[in-house]
């Protein structure tokens, strides 16, 4: 069974930065996109960055200048980083990435558990 960990998270103060972890695991044999999400409490979940294999990324206007995506293939890890919180930030966050768990499979949507974070003083 592929997963997806997110550890990390927690509270954190407004205008300070928080990184957010994660890592595939089970039978992985590639992973081509990966990309970060969250949901507000009450909210859909929205979209904040995407993050291809060789690591181009593309950030939602709502996160651009503050977010960072970066990846490590070689760990099956995605890694946000996120400046200058704001308390609207408040959400949880949630990885997902295009799975392929074996060469004659085909690509599938995992997703993490979710990993909250809340900006508060």
């Known amino acids: 069974q592929v997963q997806l960990v997110e550890p990390g998270g927690g509270l954190v103060q407004p205008g300070s930065s928080v990184g957010i972890t994660c890592v595939g695991s089970g039978n992985i044999f590639n992973i081509r996109n990966m990309g970060w999400y969250r949901e507000k409490a009450g909210q859909e979940r929205e979209w904040l960055a995407s993050?291809?294999?060789?690591?181009?990324?593309t950030y939602a206007d709502s996160v651009r200048g503050r977010a960072s995506v970066n990846r490590n293939n070689d760990r099956n890890a995605v890694y946000l980083q996120m400046h200058n919180l704001k308390p609207e930030d408040t959400a949880t966050y949630y990885c997902?990435?295009?799975?392929?768990?074996?060469?004659?499979?085909?690509?599938?949507?995992?997703w993490g558990q979710g990993s909250q974070v809340t900006v508060s003083s």
């Open positions: 993050i291809t294999r060789p690591g181009v990324a």
């Open positions: 997902n990435a295009d799975v392929l768990a074996t060469s004659s499979e085909s690509y599938k949507e995992v």
